[in-house]
């Protein structure tokens, strides 16, 4: 996989950073998660399931379960058996309802039954990794963190943002240039990117809005 040795002064990452945002804004403006929830249970629950799987999956299941389990006592005292039954549809179900039981046993065990708001709790979850634990903070709670997924990490390394290939440090690198307001947007927007236009084994440049800010060594000519 190809990186780019960041050589640009912070300012002119942050300027170019915002051209960039400003630019995949009017490209996607209907970026968003795509996954469905209402509160920050039902985002936690649907990433678990969204390991590894498309979203649209996940969309499918999620209505019946989040119908049928409304709080984590529901989820922690349901049959395995029959969790497994719910999310049938999606891949590793059975890992998933084991980890989506443990999680829910575990919020009600230390935290009184509610999704914790800091990351230090969050991936003290079973099950929890500090990708998912940023997503919920950044789309569950409001707050402005990045969670690196492979979209997140390829465009990143692809427009010179960060050389690494370690995801906190792909974090770390990305804090420091994306606007504090605009955290979450970005990640929302570098997504979509990533999946109409940036897509992984061949980049669609020549209809990239961003290639004149973009210092891939290997865009795609035609
Ligand atoms: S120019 Fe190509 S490599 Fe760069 S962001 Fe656009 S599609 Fe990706």
């Not at 170019?16 to 630019?23: H, K, T, Y």
């Not at 929890?128 to 789309?139: E, F, H, W, Y």
């Not at 709670?141 to 990143?156: A, E, K, N, P, W």
């Amino acid at each position: 996989m190809p990186t780019l040795k960041n050589k640009s002064a912070p300012a002119q990452q942050k300027a170019r950073v915002r051209r960039i945002i400003d630019r995949l804004e009017k490209a996607h403006p209907d970026a968003r998660l795509d996954l469905d929830f209402a509160n920050p249970l039902e985002l936690l629950i649907a990433l678990i399931l969204a390991a590894q799987a498309r979203d649209d999956l996940v969309r499918q299941i999620t209505p019946d379960l989040f119908n049928k389990y409304r709080t984590p006592e529901d989820y922690a005292k349901a049959p395995l058996a029959e969790l497994e039954q719910q999310i049938g549809k999606i891949n590793f179900y059975r890992n998933k309802a084991k980890a989506i039981h443990n999680c829910c046993a575990a919020l009600l065990a230390r935290f009184g039954g509610k999704v914790p708001n800091n990351l230090e709790d969050l991936i003290s979850l079973p099950g929890v990794g500090r990708k998912t634990a940023n997503i919920v903070l950044g789309n569950g709670f409001g707050r402005q963190t990045i969670g690196v997924d492979t979209h997140v990490m390829r465009l990143s390394q692809r427009l010179g943002f960060t050389d690494k290939i370690d995801p906190d440090k792909v974090e770390a690198d990305l804090m420091a240039f994306v606007p504090d307001t605009q955290r979450v947007r970005f990640c929302h927007l570098v997504q979509y990117h990533g999946r109409r236009i940036c897509v992984a084994k061949k980049p669609k440049c020549p209809e990239c809005t961003i290639r004149g800010l973009c210092p891939y060594p290997a865009k795609t000519k035609t």
